[in-house]
């Protein structure tokens, strides 16, 4: 195996649903001090969610509050709750490919700007016959890190 061109800088995001991102809130805004940022919602991809700022400097990361617009529809994102975790990584397109070149699959859409405006890509959750490397029932993003973290 050829060596890693990328590294993965640290924890950017983890995405919560639920039927009512209501009861997320009282817990994530109201009880440990999250600070809302910004709100995206995308019918093309059923979601509805409010961003969240927890820590502080480079440490802080993204708690993401998310329920489906459609309840009805797919993806539900309140099953299973944890819908997925976000990890910094400074060369997005370089891990994207040497990712791929080793058998990982990708959900569709490739890399294309996220609800927090960086560069993402997904591991899909599954693995199938052309690509056997998948989440294993996780859906991991990753995040073009900003030049500020990627110096650090």
Do not use: T
């Not at 708690?63 to 617009?69: G, N, Y």
């Amino acid at each position: 195996m050829q060596a890693r061109p990328f590294r993965v800088l640290g924890l950017q995001q983890v995405a919560l649903g639920s039927a009512d991102r209501q009861r997320l809130r009282k817990l994530w805004v109201e009880l440990l001090g999250g600070e809302p940022v910004g709100v995206h919602r995308a019918e093309s991809e059923n979601v509805d969610e409010e961003i969240l700022k927890l820590g502080v400097g480079p440490r802080s990361f993204e708690v993401d509050l998310m329920q489906s617009l459609n309840p009805s529809a797919k993806p539900r994102l309140d099953s299973p709750p944890l819908h997925h975790v976000g990890l910094w990584i400074d060369d997005l397109q370089a891990a994207y490919q040497w990712l791929s070149d080793q058998g990982v699959r990708f959900a569709p859409g490739g890399i294309r700007k996220g609800a927090a405006g960086h560069d993402v890509c997904f591991i899909h959750p599954k693995a199938n016959e052309s690509f056997p490397v998948g989440g294993e029932g996780a859906l991991l993003e990753l995040v073009q890190a900003p030049d500020e973290l990627i110096s650090k």
